[in-house]
């Protein structure tokens, strides 16, 4: 018995290998050897032209600058870089918890008992995850452009709508003023710190890119209403019968019943949305290309832009790694928040890898 | 259960979910209605459902190379057709094929190149867009077919989706085959493939769908001219106003409906593979 079984096993070495193999030269070749590359030109000065990897006026090899002008060298790469990572910041702190809020909200609608049309709703909800991130970000630039519909909406209580895609003003600075704490003139807010005043820093979103805040929240909360609604159906209906003898209703069963009964959900979503935002290019791209004044910078597009348009491929590639290392780092919690996911629930439901390559949705 | 919850909350609760409905939908019904206006009326009228007058003249921009403003839609359909279809064959059967060998087949290494696997998901794909400039450059397919296609062939989630469909397999179909005296190949052609429909209609979705909308990709191996532009990157550059002048909302929502209507429609018919495949993202690892 033991040989039949070996003989039957004998080939699977090589057939591992031979199935395997496709996958080993198409990742290796355009996903692996490529990262080695860009290691490699981040530390060079290469300008596009020629190859860079043959050392030449067009391909200094420049050591760590790419990467440490990038924080201590005055100028406009630094300020810019520096814009990209303030605007990330405020994107990041708005998109993920009301996406998060929005998809818990939706998902506790949906799966309300009482519900007829059940269906209809979820489709209707994570549709729009589904479509192109382009084709949505163009009917966007309608909507909200400055006869677009949106304007036209406000209009109807006689608010003038704002230029939404030209108004570089960041909302944090507009609160501050409005409360008296106005730092455009005053000495605190002119104190420079890493290539941007005090006041920059603290601008907030800008109006444009509040627009691509929306966006995102609006294309993404139904991919992450799936994932709490199937966290929702798992919870067992005892749960909820015991939380209803006890008196819980309302808000009160939410926060202390269901919340800490789809915890893991919970993480997984607030950290995919973590490493997704910190992604965003198609809409940017689309909607604004960094205007106006680089309020709509992503460190993504930025990285892009100093590549492809600037041909500055050293200090592009440089940006990309630092961008490259932040997710990693993101990836990295969210495995440590979900380590012991697996201990206590069944296999079909393991815990969740964190994935830059994410479901439908998820990030474009 | 139901009988606890009061009209009025019900109510509150339909008003709720359908005022999020129209917020979610209502831009789909721009979008066909406004591909149907003149320009003045798209401006003057925006959150109208009816065009007046009702005006074809965008989608002859599209479709017509004489009429005014004519945007080369027909390459862009007929380059994401073919790039999506191929993309997504390739990915179906090689994703199954690697993510068999990595469930089935007992290899040396075996347990590194899942390992790699699993990492090389955790990579984001932003990051990578100077890279695979570089690397498409270096073998001298910038701006082919080739360079649009080759890199996209093999997904690291698609096999792992894959892998993990055939861990959840019973084993014991393929072991009487391979005691029948069929060969490894054999018994995954015709034993295994053919009870992986449900796995391989999802991989087929979401490779079909990635594709279809995929940016950054085509973005980075092309030079954006209009021969090897698919229907996202035409309408990229046609969206931010490369191309002619004017708003032209009519025909650049035009361009965003037809980019729409491929995964819209496969989204109706397979709506429960999407959300598994959604669900099956979430759960990977």
């Not at chain 1, 990041?92 to 009482?114: E, F, G, M």
Request: hydrophobic share 50%; proline share 5%.
């Amino acid at each position: 018995m033991f040989k039949r079984r070996s003989s039957l096993r004998g080939p699977e070495g090589l057939y591992g290998w031979l199935f395997t193999a496709p996958m080993i030269i198409i990742l290796g070749l355009f996903l692996f050897a490529p990262i080695l590359m860009a290691l490699y030109v981040s530390f060079t000065n290469w300008n596009g032209n020629g190859s860079p990897f043959v050392a030449g006026p067009n391909a200094q090899f420049v050591g760590t600058k790419n990467y440490t002008d990038l924080f201590t060298r005055d100028g406009l790469t630094r300020t810019a870089f520096m814009q990209s990572i303030s605007n990330i910041f405020y994107y990041v702190l708005l998109v993920v918890p009301i996406q998060t809020v929005i998809a818990l909200l939706l998902a506790l609608l949906v799966n309300s008992r009482a519900l007829k049309a059940k269906g209809f709703f979820r489709t209707a909800f994570y549709f729009p995850s589904v479509t192109s991130a382009v084709a949505i970000s163009t009917v966007f630039l309608f909507i909200f452009g400055n006869s677009g519909a949106v304007n036209a909406f406000l209009g109807w209580f006689g608010i003038n709508g704002p230029q939404w895609f030209n108004d570089g003003r960041g909302l944090l600075n507009m609160l501050l003023s409005a409360i008296g704490l106005d730092g455009s003139k005053a000495g605190w807010g002119q104190h420079e710190v890493l290539g941007q005043t005090v006041w920059q820093w603290l601008s907030g979103p800008s109006v444009a890119m509040t627009v691509v805040i929306i966006l995102v929240i609006w294309t993404t909360s139904g991919t992450f209403m799936l994932m709490f609604l199937a966290a929702l159906q798992d919870v067992p209906p005892e749960v909820d019968e015991a939380a209803a003898l006890d008196g819980a209703t309302g808000l009160r069963k939410l926060l202390t019943v269901t919340l800490p009964m789809i915890k893991p959900t919970l993480f997984m979503v607030l950290t995919l949305g973590l490493i997704g935002s910190w992604q965003v290019f198609d809409q940017i791209y689309v909607m604004g290309k960094g205007n106006p004044n680089g309020t709509t910078l992503s460190p993504a597009f930025l990285s892009y832009q100093t590549g492809f348009a600037d041909l500055r491929y050293g200090v592009g590639a440089a940006m990309s790694f630092i961008l490259f290392l932040i997710i990693i780092v993101c990836t990295m919690l969210q495995r440590f928040l979900l380590r012991d996911k697996d201990v206590r629930r069944s296999r079909r439901r393991q815990p969740a890898v964190a994935l830059a390559d994410q479901p439908a949705g998820v990030t474009k | 259960m139901s009988t606890r919850v009061s009209p009025i909350t019900r109510i509150c609760v339909y008003l709720a979910l359908v005022a999020f409905a129209v917020l979610f939908i209502y831009p789909f019904f721009v979008q066909i209605a406004t591909s149907f206006k003149t320009d003045a009326d798209a401006t003057n009228n925006p959150l109208s459902l009816i065009p007046n007058p009702f005006s074809m003249a965008a989608w002859r921009s599209m479709f017509d190379p004489s009429a005014a403003a004519h945007v080369p839609m027909t390459t862009w359909l007929f380059n994401s057709v073919l790039v999506a279809s191929v993309v997504t064959v390739s990915r179906v059967f090689f994703d199954s094929l690697a993510g068999y060998a990595l469930s089935r087949l007992r290899f040396p290494g075996r347990g590194l190149v899942f390992a790699l696997v699993v990492g090389i998901m955790a990579v984001p794909g932003v990051a990578l867009l100077i890279p695979k400039f570089l690397m498409v450059n270096y073998l001298g397919i910038y701006n082919t077919y080739a360079a649009m296609i080759m890199p996209l062939m093999i997904d690291a989630a698609g096999v792992f989706i894959m892998k993990q469909f055939f861990d959840s397999v019973p084993v014991s179909i393929e072991e009487a085959a391979r005691m029948d005296g069929a060969g490894i190949f054999r018994t995954f052609w015709s034993v295994v493939l053919p009870m992986a429909r449900p796995a391989l209609i999802t991989l087929t979705i979401l490779s079909f769908q990635g594709s279809w909308n995929e940016f950054t990709h085509y973005l980075v191996v092309t030079d954006g001219t209009t021969g090897h532009q698919t229907l996202v990157t035409g309408l990229a550059s046609l969206a931010s106003g490369q191309l002619g002048a004017g708003t032209q909302y009519p025909l650049k929502l035009g361009a965003a409906l037809l980019t729409t209507i491929p995964v819209a429609v496969l989204f109706f018919i397979f709506q429960r593979y999407f959300v598994r495949g959604a669900n099956e993202g979430a759960e990977k690892g």
